[in-house]
């Protein structure tokens, strides 16, 4: 899965099987995947696929994680439009039910949101990134 660009509304991102382009809209995303009676809070999953049902997760970079070794390569680029997207939903309340307050305290999700001044440097031109040099579009754009 890679994703190419974040809007106010949506993400282009790529599917990883097909290399098909989804738009998805933010709306239709939450942070937070159960395991039983756990929810990682660090999981976005993607609604499948509509060419080949593929399911794919966003993981927002762990706490404490170090610099990428790689700056202004396209894994580093895409890091911070997932840290991005993860803390986005967690500012607009898209969170799986079990991450909701229910009038108790509960614990606070983690987000690593992009800084105006890694904006600036990364992405002067808006919150896209280009297709890595060699990598082949395999399937077309759907919009969904």
Do not use: Y
């Not at 994703?3 to 809209?25: M, W």
């Not at 995303?29 to 993607?46: K, M, Q, S």
């Not at 967690?90 to 001044?117: D, F, N, S």
């Amino acid at each position: 899965m890679a994703i190419h660009e974040v809007t106010a509304e949506d993400v282009f991102q790529r599917c990883v099987r097909c290399g098909t382009g989804n738009r998805l809209s933010l709306d239709a995303l939450e942070v937070g995947i159960a395991r039983r009676e756990n929810v990682d809070d660090g999981l976005v999953e993607l609604p499948a696929c509509p060419s080949c049902r593929s399911t794919e997760f966003l993981i927002r970079a762990a706490e404490g994680e170090p610099a990428h070794p790689a700056p202004g390569s396209f894994g580093h680029l895409h890091g911070l439009l997932v840290d991005h997207i993860h803390a986005e939903l967690v500012q607009r309340g898209r969170l799986h039910t079990a991450l909701k307050p229910k009038g108790e305290i509960t614990r606070q999700v983690v987000v690593r949101p992009l800084t105006q001044e890694a904006r600036e440097r990364w992405f002067p031109q808006g919150l896209i990134i280009e297709m890595p040099p060699g990598e082949s579009h395999r399937g077309s754009d759907v919009s969904s």
